[in-house]
């Protein structure tokens, strides 16, 4: 039966909400923005609910139209929709008319939090990370601004799929461009969602994040964290999990994970010298938390297709 796209709320089955993995796509801060292209004939648009520890931007290109599913919420999207994600957001998708071709955009939160607190970038984070209902995610573009959008999303998947000289700044140009138009059109239709005034400090933020970065490879723990970012453990936890939608211990593991999935893509470490190089002491324990994240064994993915992008 047709979804009618005016009646987003609350979806009364929630038991593939038990099914829900890690996203696999191997992003790290060298590589921070991980573009796929598909065309679906048959079954949902990904095999399994997902979640993941970055933020996602999505558009149906044709065909196909259907719902998410965005943790106890759905919402009808259609042909030339966006889908704006954040960070630990459980999602899926049911396709009522096939065939359904989409581009599908991932990027590291650090993309735009590298430019700064009072910059435009952690505005732009906002539209990602701010509680808002399922029907918000869903950006419906009027019909003159569809055609740039998809040609943008085009340009991306290009640029993703031809590694070379300048690729990954100018994979943050693309992005970039793309999202100052989309908050630049909603700021003319009196839309702020996410607000124009951030709802935390993120100076704090950002210590940790660089706290992270810089120590991901020694064993972190809460009370050192909080004591060089200069809040208390609660704080520094509340703040985290309410800027990025994931708690600091699920991020510090993502990017480790990340981080061991590059170096294995590389072909320059084996499985136990990336678990050692990203600050694991245990091989059981990399391999359990490869595997939640990544939906192999660090084994399998480094003998396997994930070393080549496609």
């Not at 096939?98 to 955009?105: K, L, W």
């Not at 059981?284 to 496609?310: C, D, E, I, L």
């Amino acid at each position: 039966m047709h979804t009618n796209r005016n009646e987003p709320g609350k979806f009364d089955d929630l038991t593939w909400l038990l099914d829900v993995t890690e996203s696999r796509q191997p992003l790290s801060e060298s590589s921070p923005i991980w573009a796929r292209h598909a065309t679906v004939t048959e079954g949902p648009p990904t095999p399994h609910p997902e979640r993941h520890p970055y933020c996602e931007i999505s558009i149906l290109l044709s065909g196909g139209a259907g719902y998410s599913m965005i943790e106890r919420e759905k919402v009808y999207r259609g042909v030339g929709e966006l889908l704006l994600l954040g960070p630990g957001l459980p999602h899926w998708g049911v396709i009522e008319k096939y065939p359904m071709s989409y581009t599908t955009i991932y990027f590291l939160p650090s993309v735009l939090i590298e430019m700064g607190p009072e910059s435009d970038g952690v505005r732009i984070l906002r539209r990602f990370t701010a509680q808002q209902p399922a029907d918000q995610r869903v950006v419906r573009l009027p019909l003159k601004y569809r055609a740039d959008f998809r040609s943008r999303f085009e340009e991306v998947c290009n640029e993703f799929s031809q590694p070379g000289f300048g690729r990954e700044v100018r994979l943050r140009t693309l992005l970039l461009e793309m999202l100052v138009k989309l908050v630049r059109w909603e700021q003319s239709l009196g839309r702020n969602i996410g607000g124009t005034q951030l709802e935390i400090d993120w100076n704090p933020i950002l210590k940790t994040l660089k706290y992270l970065r810089e120590h991901y490879t020694e064993p972190i723990y809460a009370e050192n964290m909080a004591r060089a970012v200069g809040l208390s453990e609660s704080r520094l936890k509340y703040i985290f999990h309410k800027a990025l939608g994931v708690t600091w211990v699920k991020y510090l593991q993502g990017y480790r994970i990340h981080r061991a999935a590059a170096l294995l893509n590389e072909g320059s470490h084996n499985v136990t010298e990336a678990a050692m190089s990203v600050g694991f002491d245990s091989l059981s324990h990399f391999n359990v938390t490869f595997r939640s994240f990544m939906g192999a064994s660090p084994k399998n993915y480094w003998n396997g297709t994930p070393q080549k992008k496609s």
